[in-house]
C-alpha cells in the first residue's frame, strides 16, 4: 500500500530514538488538499492510538498507520527522505490524482483558476475540503478568515460562480472557525488568532 | 424578485445575517460597501462600491446600477449607510424615510432640537466648540450633566460630569476622542442634563409613520456613569404597561418629530417620574449581533422580517417568540493585548445559554470605554422568563475567563457596535 525508502526509514527510527519514545507508530495520512495538491499528515501517535479501521503497514522496525478515509488516496504512495542543498525532509509521492471525484475535480478547478487568483488580492484562500452528494466543503484562510464580509464573498461571489460553472454542486458549506481569523469583524489592523483558551 | 441593495461596511456584523434572510426570503442582494469586494469582478451585478460620504454621487452610481438591473429596495445595514440608503431610495422612487430625517436622526444636536421642539421630554442641552474654555464652559453648566462628541456612537467618549472639576477633565477627554476619531477632527461636544432612571432600548418598525414595538429591551444594569457601557439586554421588558406605553408614545413621538416614517428604527430611553425621555434614535436595527436575540413566530430573524418590510410584503402577523430572550455585550474590563478567552465551554453549558461569540481575535489591543467602543464579544440566552435570561447571562460571564496583558502604546480604540 505505502513503500517507505530506506533513507526514510532510517530517519525514523533515528527520530524515534532521540525521542526516546516506546510503544510509538507513526501515522500517515491525507489532511487535505491546497492548491491542487495532497496536504499530508505524517505524525508519531502512541500505538494505543491505531483504530480498528486503520491500515497497518509494517515498515521494519516501526509500524505505519493509515486512516481508512486516507487509504484509497494513498495507495501506491511513498514515502522517501532527501536531504541536499536545495531540499530536506520527507518527500512524498503519490500517484493518485488528488480529486478522483470529477465534480470535486471541477470545483477545484474552478477554486483555482477564479476565485483564489480573486482573494488573494485581498490576502486571502479558499481550500476545498470535500464535496459529498452535491455539497461543496470549503475553508476559507488568510484575510479571509473572520473577515466581515466572508459571507458576502461566499453567497455573492463563491457560491454564485462554483454553481454556474459545476451545475452538480447545489450547496456550498464554509466549515471555517471564524474566530480563529486574523480580522474578524471590526479590527483596526490584521494580525491575532483565536481568543478562545482552553 | 428584484433585489435588495444591502449597504453596509465592509467591517459590518450584520452582513451574514442579512444574506441569510435574503436567501429565506428569496431575494437576490447587491451587496454595496465602501470598498471593492475581492469577487465582485466575477459576479458584478451582485456588487457596488459606493463612497457613503458622497451622497449625491452614490446616489447617481445606483441610480445608474438600476437602470441596468432593477432594485426592488435599498436597506442600510449600519449606521453610515442610512443616509445614503435614503437619497438613493427617494431617486429610485422606493418607500424610504425623508432624506432630511435621516439626517435629523444621524446628529445628536439636530434630534434634541427636534424632540424638544415637539414638546416631548428632553434633557436641556446646549452645544459647545472643541476649542471653547472647558473652565468657562463648566461655569455655565448645570450638575450633573453629561458630554457626547456629536459624531460618535455607541457610548464611546459619553461621560458624566458631576462638578465642573469632572467637567473640565472630562471635557478635555471627550475632545481628544473626538479629535481621534472624528474624520476632520469633531466639532463641538454635545453637553445635557443627566437624565436618572431606568434605561431601555427598543426595536420598532415604521409603516407610513406608525410605529410598531417589536421588542422592548431592560437593561438591567445601572447605567450611570461616569461611563455609560451596555451589558445586558433582555426582552420582554418587566417594566408595566403603562411604563411601556409610556416609552413606546415618547419613541412614536419622536419618530414622528425627527420625521422618519419607514423602517426599522433601533431607540435608547430613559424612564423616570417625569416620563420617557429619549437618548437617541436611529433609523436602522440594533447593532452588533445583539439581533440574534430577537426571533419571530417560528425562527424569522429580525433581519428577515426588515427585508419582508421593505419589499412590501406583510409583516403585521410576525411576532416575537414566546421565550424571553437576552444578550450581553462583553465588556472590556481593562486595557491591554487580548491574549485568550477561557471558559468557553463552561460558559455554554449553563442552562439558558444558546453562544458565547467573542469578536476580537487574541492578540488585538482591547480599549474600554470611554475611548473604546467595541465590546469583546456576546453572549446569548433563551429562558422561560426575563430573570432566568439575566441569570444565564451573568452566570455565563462569570464563567469567562479574560487574559488581557499591559497595553502597548499603541492602543487605538476602533469603531464598534451600537
Redesign the interface.
Known sequence: MVTISDQARSRILGLMKAEKRDHVALRFGVQGRHGGEFVYRLAFVEESDRAATDVVVDAGGFQLYVDADSAPSLEGASIDYVEGPRESGFKIDNPNPVWPDPTARAVQQVLDT??NP??A??G?HVTLIDVKDGIAYIALGGG?Q?C??????L????E??VRELVPEIREIIDTTDH??????????AK???????? | MDPVLLLM?????R??AF??AA?RVGVP?V?G?ERP???????PS??LTLDFLALADSTRAIVSFAERRLLGAVIAADDEGVELAAMAASALGLTHNPVAAVATARSKRRTREAVSAAGLPSPRFRTVPLDEDPARAAARTAYPCVLKPLELSASRGVIRANRPSDFVEAFHRVARIARGAVPGGGKEILIEDYIPGREVALEGLLTRGNLRVLALFDKPDPLEGPYFEETIYVTPSRLGPDEREAIAGAAAGAARAIGLVEGPVHAELRLNDRGAFLVEIAPRSIGGLCSRALRFDDGVSLEELILRHALGQDVESLEREPLAAGVMMIPIPRAGR?????G??EALRVPGIEDV?????????VVPLPEGS?Y??FIFARETSPERVEEALRAAHRLLRF?IQAPSRTA?G????A
Open positions: 477564479e476565485i480573486a482573494v488580492s485581498h486571502g479571509c473572520g466581515g464580509m466572508v459571507d458576502v464573498t453567497k455573492q461571489g463563491i454564485v460562480r474566530a480563529e481569523g486574523r480580522n474578524p469583524y471590526y479590527q483596526p494580525g491575532g488568532a483565536s481568543p478562545f483558551s482552553s | 461596511t465592509t467591517a459590518t456584523y452582513a451574514g444574506l441569510e436567501a442582494v451587496a460597501t469586494q475581492a469577487l465582485a469582478g466575477l459576479n451582485a456588487h487580548l491574549e485568550g478567552v477561557g468557553r465551554e461569540r467573542v469578536t476580537i481575535p487574541r492578540g488585538q489591543e467595541r469583546l464579544g487574559d487605538q476602533p469603531r464598534g457596535p
